[in-house]
């Protein structure tokens, strides 16, 4: 069983930039971002192999986004930038104990608690 805490969420304008972080309690494979805002389905975001030389992203963030892993202290990351509202929701951390990215929410193993990011007009 792995535990996974995520930090870093706050409020932030238009423009802002934000870095999450997901504290895991043991080894994992593939780790993924995912977010849900209010009324609306749990989304993939991002997602990063087991040894960081695979990214996947979701069309909206790729160019604004970027997921990061360090092993060596079980964490991950995603460092966003030029946020906008619509990219209010909580984040969630996800682990997969595959080593193939999925963008499926079912595949994921393990979850976080998730982080709120809003972020203001």
């Known amino acids: 069983q792995v535990q996974l805490v995520e930090s870093g969420g706050g409020l932030v304008p238009a423009g802002g930039s934000l870095r999450l972080s997901c504290a895991a309690s043991g080894r994992t494979n593939v780790m993924a971002w995912f977010r849900q805002a209010p009324g609306k389905e749990r989304e993939f975001v991002a997602g990063i192999s087991w040894n960081g030389g695979r990214t996947v992203y979701a069309d909206g963030v790729k160019e604004r986004f970027t997921i990061s892993r360090d092993n060596a202290k079980n964490a991950l990351y995603l460092q966003m930038h030029n946020l906008k509202p619509e990219d209010t929701a909580v984040y969630l951390c996800?682990?997969?104990?595959?080593?193939?990215?999925?963008?499926?929410?079912?595949?994921?193993?393990?979850w976080g608690q998730g982080t709120q990011v809003t972020v203001s007009s």
């Open positions: 996800a682990a997969d104990r595959s080593l193939a990215i999925h963008q499926a929410m079912g595949s994921y193993d393990y």
